[in-house]
């Protein structure tokens, strides 16, 4: 007994001071030891590992889950009696929910995002996984943007302009991936919504047509021109009331012109255009051109009754 205990402890001190996920130490048994019978408990005597089927005078006592043992002492016993060794191990915690939780806006579309550690802090690796939503109770998957960092700062992108969100933070320890409550930031709002501005109806429209089938459309920015980018729906129709979606030809540009084909010959026809802004959606007026016509023939015209009709004889047949 005393070869065997003397024998644990030269192995095992050298390892107390590396545990860290698990408690990984390997035990060094004399030749004649090889069958007896140890086991593995806490110092409450939760049974935690057996060894009892050992092949070799080194035993590697590894990976043992610190969320079995009720306490950080551990202890390996010969028939559960007499105590080989003991030493002691970090116990696995659990974070606490987030502290201090904050977001400031950095721009329409950007945001930058903090936290503290919980209490506990937690054990091993702490990874930190953020959402941001329109939502006070938005959880990860669900949001506008996400990510996870072992840090206190991450920055979140693809925001929209002038739109009120949360921020919220929860931890996982990787001791036993168990993660703590959600902590929620105040509300806070990107740049943008309030500097927000619809465009004016667009102005000085005109149209030409260049062929039979074919026209220039052009325009100029209304007043005020609108913020953030601005995208000009233009439409082609026999109406000075056509609207989007409903004439012969029509497209859109971010430009102040356009080409219309398709046309048809010598037919009178209208060009209407509104602007939107990219920030809300909101759009402008319609800007109307005066009319316009295609050049060549509307199509088939059915000829007029022939006139000065007379008949001259050339012969006596």
């Known amino acids: 007994m005393k070869k065997l205990l003397f024998s644990l402890l030269i192995i095992c001190l050298s ?3 590396a545990v860290s996920n698990s408690s990984e130490i390997k035990v060094k048994l004399s030749e004649r030891d090889h069958k007896k019978a140890l086991s593995l408990y806490d110092n409450q005597n939760t049974y935690l590992k057996s060894y009892a089927k050992r092949t070799s005078e080194f035993e590697n006592i590894c990976t043992i889950n610190k969320e079995k043992s009720k306490s950080p002492a551990h202890l390996i016993r010969e028939k559960q009696w007499a105590t080989l060794l003991m ?9 606490g929910a987030p502290q201090n939780v904050t977001a400031t806006a950095t721009g329409p579309n ?3 995002l903090d936290w503290a550690p919980g209490n506990p802090v937690g054990s091993d690796i702490v990874t930190y996984y953020w959402v941001v939503g329109t939502s006070p109770t ?9 990510g996870s960092t072992t840090g206190l700062w991450a920055g979140a992108t693809g925001l929209l302009p002038g739109v009120t969100y949360y921020l919220r933070v929860y931890a996982v320890s990787s001791c036993n991936n168990i993660g703590s409550a959600y902590s929620t930031s105040s509300t806070f709002v990107t740049n943008g919504g ?5 465009p004016g109806t667009p102005v000085s429209l005109t149209a030409t047509g260049i062929g039979p089938n074919t026209a220039s459309l052009d325009w100029a920015a209304g007043n005020p021109a609108g913020s953030l980018n601005v995208i000009y729906y233009w439409v082609v129709g026999t109406s000075p009331s ?4 409903y004439g012969v030809e029509q497209g859109s540009t971010a430009g102040t012109w356009a080409g219309a084909t398709g046309l048809i010959p010598g037919t009178t026809y209208y060009l209407r255009v509104f602007a939107r802004t990219s920030c809300d959606n909101s759009n402008s007026g319609y800007g109307t051109s005066y009319a316009f016509t295609t050049s060549g023939y509307s199509g088939c ?3 007029g009754t022939p006139v000065s009709v007379t008949a001259t004889g050339t012969g006596p047949n």
């Not at 309030?194 to 619809?198: E, K, L, R, S, V």
């Not at 056509?242 to 979606?245: A, E, I, P």
């Open 301 to 303: 015209t059915t000829p």
């Open 15 to 17: 390892a107390i001071f």
């Open 138 to 146: 938005v959880s990860y998957n669900s949001g506008v943007a996400q």
């Open 242 to 245: 056509v609207t989007y979606g």
């Open 87 to 95: 030493w002691t191990s970090e116990m696995c915690t659990t974070p």
């Open 110 to 112: 950007t945001a930058s």
């Open 194 to 198: 309030g500097n927000c501005i619809t």
